[in-house]
């Protein structure tokens, strides 16, 4: 999952920001994130607390995606079928495919196939807003409540900005879940009545228009007015702009563009940590080596803002000085964190690079033996034993 989990801390750093100039736009509350660090970009009103209306459907698409397989068949309940705003005219006992569902859903915002999804999960409504909470906290989302599969309003419903990038940033990652936004029709099929079907088309209209958009959501009830997380890719770029409570459906659209245009106006990726070029060693004891080799366990791309400097990025290293064998191929050791003017921005794991297997050699008995004066003894013996 890319590095998600390491680098949610970039969505509250900010390092120096001011020059192009900053778009002006009619939704309330905003936020622009880079979309594989989350760091923030624009943002405006982000943590007030508003309702996200179909954006919803993202945390439901996601939970459908990580608990059902694609052609898991999901059965049309009566709530399903007669909810409000349905676009395919369900009716009781019908059965589709758990993965055109979510296409209908995603595409058409159809709020019966939410529905259906969380039953199909969790048994009934409130069962599985109890998990889309239980995911939302998992994300970092400290100001989202949800009481419904498909975000229609409820007192209850509620999220913010800042919030919503986050679960679109985590769905975005999710292969999936990125196929399934980025189309711009699809054909939903029946699996009983057999012979039943009926056309979906994004109701995002930057797909297809706005060069690179390739996602994600729309949303809009009375309540929530226009609401829109949208995705765009252009190079090694990729954005998320979350717009929330615009005036109508077409401006939250123009609100989005504008942010992503100011966004590749002014975001650089520059290749931060390089797992080929960056290679560390620890000492072993009670194995049948003295040394493993530990590298990152991916690229680092970092965006740079157009006034901000490459060479004050550095890269440090947590790691300990013995490990004890077994350790596995693939084992996280340690860490390697970027930091900027001495601020950590984010952090990948340090994994080893080999195996070794608990045993004996002598040079792994030096090591054990050398442990009390290991922080003298490390330069020696790393000349002695590499």
Request: net charge negative; charged share 20%.
């Amino acid at each position: 999952m890319r590095i998600i989990i390491m680098i949610m801390l970039l969505l509250n750093i900010s390092i120096i920001t001011e020059a192009a100039e900053k778009p002006i736009i009619q939704a309330d509350s905003a936020i622009l994130i880079e979309a594989t660090t989350g760091r923030v970009i624009y943002e405006k009103n982000a943590d007030e607390v508003r309702p996200p209306a179909s954006m919803t459907k993202m945390m439901t698409c996601i939970l459908g995606l990580e608990n059902l397989t694609k052609r898991t068949l999901v059965p049309i309940s009566e709530t399903a079928a007669y909810a409000e705003d349905n676009n395919f005219y369900w009716t009781p006992g019908d059965v589709i495919r758990a993965e055109e569902l979510m296409l209908g859903m995603m595409l058409v915002s159809d709020n019966g196939a939410a529905i259906a999804i969380a039953q199909s999960i969790a048994g009934n409504i409130a069962d599985f807003a109890a998990m889309m909470n239980d995911k939302a906290y998992e994300l970092g989302c400290t100001n989202t409540h949800f009481a419904n599969p498909n975000g229609l309003s409820n007192d209850n419903h509620y999220s913010t900005a800042r919030d919503m990038s986050r679960i679109a940033m985590y769905g975005m990652s999710v292969p999936d879940f990125r196929d399934i936004v980025s189309m711009k029709k699809a054909i939903i099929h029946w699996q009983s009545p057999a012979d039943k079907w009926s056309e979906a088309e994004t109701t995002n209209d930057l797909i297809g228009v706005y060069d690179g958009a390739n996602g994600i959501k729309t949303g809009w009830t009375r309540a929530a007015g226009g609401c829109l997380a949208a995705s765009a890719v252009r190079g090694n770029t990729e954005l998320i702009a979350v717009v929330m409570h615009s005036p109508d459906n077409d401006t939250r659209f123009k609100d989005a563009a504008k942010l992503l245009d100011y966004g590749f106006s002014v975001v650089k990726m520059t290749r931060s940590i390089n797992r080929d070029r960056i290679e560390k060693v620890v000492f072993v004891r009670d194995g049948k080596n003295a040394l493993i080799h530990v590298r990152p366990r991916e690229d680092l791309n970092f965006p740079l803002l157009e006034n901000e400097d490459s060479k004050m990025l550095k890269v440090s290293y947590n790691l300990p000085k013995i490990v004890t064998a077994s350790i596995k191929e693939g084992q996280i050791i340690g860490n390697a964190e970027l930091k900027y003017s001495g601020k950590v921005l984010a952090t990948v794991p340090l994994i080893a690079d080999e195996s070794v297997d608990k045993g004996f050699s002598i040079s792994s008995t030096l090591v054990g033996l050398a442990e009390p004066v290991i922080s003298i003894a490390q330069s020696v013996l790393t000349v002695f034993f590499a």
